[in-house]
């Protein structure tokens, strides 16, 4: 029996969150900002569907199309600045996403390897990119040694 439990927390939570989202993106009328509601409720889409089909499915493909949905989310939310303006809060949302992710032990340990140095490069380059953080000042040691590598 293969066990796919992070989806299954995945699914419950993105499930939950999915009518709130939608909700403020309806009540956003802003047009300047409007491409952010509707890329994080198409994420969060994304996420609900493939989650609840790797469950049930208990298939490893509909997972990973699962987990790209969920840090793409996560990323969306941070670039956007929506529905959280002014925050850039990616690094701990990827933590805990990878920590959701790590009970999905259906997974080999190359698959979590690849999956988790992927989204936390993807994480890292959100959060240098955005304004909102200094290298210097926001980031640990490691990752400026890293930056000027």
Not at 52 to 57: C, E, I, R
């Amino acid at each position: 029996m293969v066990h796919l439990y992070g989806d299954l927390v995945n699914g419950v939570s993105f499930t939950a969150a999915l009518p709130f989202y939608i909700y403020m993106a309806w009540q956003d009328e802003d047009p300047v900002v409007q491409h952010g509601p509707l890329s994080v409720c198409g994420c969060f889409v994304w996420t609900v569907l493939f989650a609840w089909l790797s469950y049930t499915k208990q298939s490893v493909d509909y997972s990973l199309l699962s987990y790209s949905g969920s840090i793409a989310a996560l990323i969306t939310i941070n670039v956007c600045q929506w529905p959280h303006p002014g925050q850039c809060t990616v690094i701990p949302q990827l933590l805990w996403q990878l920590l959701i992710n790590s009970a999905n032990t259906a997974w080999s340990f190359r698959i979590m390897l690849v999956t988790g140095f992927l989204a936390f490069c993807a994480a890292i380059g959100v959060a240098a990119q955005s304004h909102l953080t200094t290298v210097g000042k926001d980031f640990p040691a490691m990752f400026v040694t890293f930056g000027t590598l």
